[in-house]
């Protein structure tokens, strides 16, 4: 429960920072500046920040088993893995964003909005080295059981934006948006980073191979294909967060307001879910370092359990966001009625958002742990792109927009239930385990010792006792 904490407090704190920054820039530029910074932060998150994210869905799977069968070393060439391909994927896009204020014009965006959130991605593509070396480096902890340095970590990043918002935004206008976002990536980055370096936590961190090795051995052409098998549908899932560039760019095509009025639902929406994102990684690493224990049984249990308690907390976020929703409102708004006023109209339909959206990651992390990456990547396609942005195109305004593409999350989230719903746990532990299936008629004891094989199920073994420990009993 301690570590299920610090992941969801860790994911909340990373996306109050860009909150931090989208009410600095609101209060202190306005309006139109928010739409911008809103459709450069999205863009840069959904084309660049959702790669490393997909990526990373196969190191929770593949990292989380090795770890279970004690392959403390594959642990580490996981994640030097990871980092090569992210580097690999990451660079055309990066290329790409210098070309980002002709596609947000053809897109019909304010030709004002247009050309800041093209100098927004300029700077931000320096941020895409932390951001993905921080999440790299957080996972490859989160598979050994460590989760509270990068949570301190992401606390020293908001420490950083709160008091550096006002004097940067003051001194280097929009561009200090970028900065600052920049500046809270680094810090997190350099503090998970040094932890490692330092402290050494873990039996996977004090196994790492040398640079040089661990890159060749990363770079083995078996490795890649097995972990490409799991990452490329990994990728393709986070399609999800895409879908939500389809609908920040029909909210700009009803103007800056509706736009700016759709970017303070957006801030909400990140920040609450991350706490179901946090109770996935969670159930995911422990489930999945089950598995590789070969304990199927004990895997479902722990899955199951996690998503009743995600629900649970989902459910509360959304209560609490409609309580609170004037006073939000209120500080994201700052002194513009009109945005106001178009804020409370789609709050309904935010609130609704928020479950449907928040059992989603709940769902896909029973999926990935099952290396369902490729069904989860399926029904996002057919839920969200075949349904779902057909009927989105077909809003006519904010209201409408928000009334129609939540529906579409329903849809979803069935598709993921029946994807995992008929699973084999058991014969998943065998797979994750590396175990053959114990054939009828085998030797029962060969049997019950190949149940504890694994090296992480030490304190599992049967023990023989010794005449010092009878002795003990006896007294």
């Known amino acids: 429960m301690r570590t299920l904490l610090l992941l969801q407090a860790t994911g909340v704190l990373s996306f109050v920072v860009p909150w931090q920054i989208t009410r600095a820039v609101s209060s202190l530029l306005g309006p139109e500046a928010l739409a911008a910074y809103a459709l450069g932060q999205l863009t840069g998150n959904l084309t660049g920040r959702s790669i490393v994210n997909g990526l990373l869905l196969a190191y929770d799977t593949l990292g989380a088993q090795a770890f279970g069968r004690g392959e403390f070393r594959e642990v580490g060439v996981l994640m030097l893995r990871a980092v090569l391909l992210a580097a690999v994927l990451l660079t055309p896009v990066a290329v790409a964003w210098s070309w980002a204020e002709k596609c947000f014009l053809m897109l019909g965006q304010e030709p004002f909005v247009a050309s800041y959130a093209a100098r927004y991605l300029q700077i931000f593509r320096f941020s895409i080295v932390p951001v993905a070396l921080f999440e790299v480096f957080r ?163 722990v899955a199951l359990g996690g998503l009743a308690v995600g ?39 935010v609130i609704f958002f928020l479950v449907v959206d928040g059992l989603f990651p709940l769902n896909q992390g029973i999926c990935n742990i099952h290396s369902h990456q490729g069904r989860v990547s399926v029904s996002m396609i057919l839920s969200l792109w075949v349904v779902g942005v057909p009927i989105t195109i077909s809003s006519a305004d904010l209201v409408s927009l928000w009334q129609i593409f939540p529906l579409c999350y329903i849809l979803l989230n069935a598709l993921l239930v029946m994807s995992y719903a008929c699973s084999d746990w058991e014969l998943a532990a065998q797979r994750a385990s590396h175990k053959a299936e114990v054939p009828i008629g085998a030797d029962m004891e060969k049997a019950n010792i190949s149940k504890f094989d694994s090296p992480n199920s030490k304190n599992l073994q049967p023990q023989v006792l010794g005449v010092e420990d009878v002795q003990n009993i006896d007294s």
């Open 139 to 301: 996972r490859f902890a989160l598979s050994q059981g460590i989760a509270w340095p990068f949570t301190a970590a992401t606390i020293a990043s908001n420490i950083f934006v709160a008091l550096a918002a006002a004097p940067m935004l003051s001194l280097w206008g929009f561009d200090g948006s970028a900065l600052l976002h920049l500046g809270a990536v680094t810090v997190q980055a350099a503090a998970g980073l040094l932890y490692l370096a330092i402290r050494r936590p873990g039996e996977a961190t004090q196994a790492l191979p040398g640079l040089l090795q661990g890159v060749r051995d990363a770079a083995r052409t078996d490795g890649l294909c097995e972990f490409l098998k799991l990452a490329v549908p990994g990728v393709l899932s986070m399609t999800e967060w895409w879908f939500w560039e389809v609908t920040c760019f029909r909210a700009g095509v009803f103007g800056a307001h509706s736009l700016a009025a759709h970017t303070v639902a957006y801030m909400a929406v990140p920040i609450l879910f991350q706490v179901p994102r946090g109770i996935q990684m969670g159930f995911v690493a422990r489930a999945g370092a089950l598995l590789g224990e070969g304990r199927g049984k004990a895997a479902k249990k």
């Open 311 to 349: 629900v649970l907390f989902v459910l509360m976020d959304a209560a609490l966001v409609w309580a609170a929703q004037e006073e939000y409102i209120a500080q994201m708004a700052g002194s513009s009625n009109e945005l106001t006023v178009i804020c409370r109209k789609i709050w309904p339909f």
